[in-house]
């Protein structure tokens, strides 16, 4: 089974930037949609944007639309997203997971593999 760890979280100021990175481990991040989820204090787990697998596109929440992008680095065996213009509404843990069937899917339960997390936290 495929093992994932996020990096790249930290603190940045409203209308910064940040990358960050889902490794994977176990698997080939080509072969399963990989999907971005957030969860803050007291919020359920929300779904921000996933690239679904062999390439087949990617899809964004509206909250994040324009300003998040999900891409894979084959050679890294990692997925990226790169998150721009950011928020304080942004702050939360940020998960990436793997699903080994289907397309892209809003719903966490449909993911099989999940990382740990990172915390991202947007000031004002």
């Known amino acids: 089974q495929v093992q994932l760890v996020e990096s790249g979280g930290g603190l940045v100021q409203a209308g910064g930037s940040l990358r960050l990175s889902c490794k994977a481990s176990?698997?080939?991040?080509?072969?399963?949609?990989i999907g971005w989820f957030r969860q803050a204090p007291g919020k359920e787990r929300a779904f921000v944007g996933a690239?679904?697998?062999?390439?087949?596109?990617?899809t964004y929440a509206d909250s994040v639309k324009g300003r998040f992008t999900i891409s894979r680095d084959y050679t890294e065996n990692t997925v990226l997203l790169q998150m721009n213009m950011l928020e304080p509404e942004d702050t939360a843990v940020y998960h990436c997971?793997?699903?080994?069937?289907?397309?892209?899917?809003?719903?966490?339960?449909?993911?099989?593999?999940w990382g740990q997390g990172t915390q991202v936290t947007v000031s004002s």
């Open positions: 176990g698997g080939t991040v080509g072969l399963y949609t």
């Open positions: 997971a793997a699903r080994r069937m289907g397309g892209v899917s809003t719903s966490p339960p449909l993911y099989d593999f």
């Open positions: 690239i679904a697998f062999r390439g087949r596109g990617t």
